[in-house]
T-cell receptor, first 110, second 112 residues
């Protein structure tokens, strides 16, 4: 049974701090990993994707992938109140069938 | 470049009816996937279309079906609606298979 696990939160961080969101997955065949941000009442918005072990940085966001540990994380530096949303981790084994975690709700406190 | 569009945005149907939802992918994108999002089950994959062919299917009953047209636009159909089909139905497009997927705004279906 394929599983993508995320801490449901809520995770609260003060404005300007680093928010760390974590995700573990069960399928060793998983090839690609995605982080989506979903505001309440809106559709998921792709913010990061990572395919290779290591870190990938894009502005204030850093995705980290460790395939040996089956672990993927998202760091948000200098968190802003506008970052308050639910963050969804997703993986795929190569086809276009994303398998999602249940999401972590992040609140950035001004 | 315009994003993924979905119509209608909101829909109210009665049990037993059928419904058709439409999705227009980002220009140039050839792959379309459909997802169902509910508070209880989260985001679940329904099916994927590429080059007018269903390439992958999730664990949903046969009442859920779809198709893709030559211009990559896609439709999904749900027949004999049940109360449990009430959900946000999301369409996502990608350039090719195994590429990043971008979601449309969704169609919120309410079955009464």
């Amino acid at each position: 049974q394929k599983e993508v696990e995320q801490n449901s939160g809520p995770l609260s961080v003060p404005e300007g701090a680093i928010a760390s969101l974590n995700c573990t997955y069960s399928d060793r065949g998983s090839q690609s990993f995605f982080w989506y941000r979903q505001y309440s009442g809106k559709s998921p918005e792709l913010i990061m994707f990572i395919y290779s072990n290591g870190d990938k940085e894009d502005g204030r966001f850093t995705a980290q992938l460790n395939k040996a540990s089956q672990y993927v994380s998202l760091l948000i530096r200098d968190s802003q109140p506008s970052d308050s949303a639910t963050y969804l981790c997703a993986e795929t084994t190569g086809a276009n069938n994303l398998f999602f975690g249940t999401g972590t709700r992040l609140t950035v406190i001004p | 470049k315009a994003g993924v569009t979905q119509t209608p945005r909101y829909l109210i149907k009665t049990r037993g009816q059928q419904v058709t939802l439409s999705c227009s992918p980002i220009s140039g994108h050839r792959s379309v996937s459909w997802y169902q999002q509910t508070p209880g089950q989260g985001l679940q994959f329904l099916f994927e279309y590429f080059s007018e062919t269903q390439r992958n299917k999730g664990n949903f009953p046969g009442r859920f079906s779809g198709r893709q047209f030559s211009n990559s636009r896609s439709e999904m159909n749900v027949s004999t609606l049940e109360l449990g089909d009430s959900a946000l139905y999301l369409c996502a497009s990608s350039l090719y298979r195994s590429y990043e997927q971008y979601f449309g705004p969704g169609t919120r279906l309410t079955v009464t």
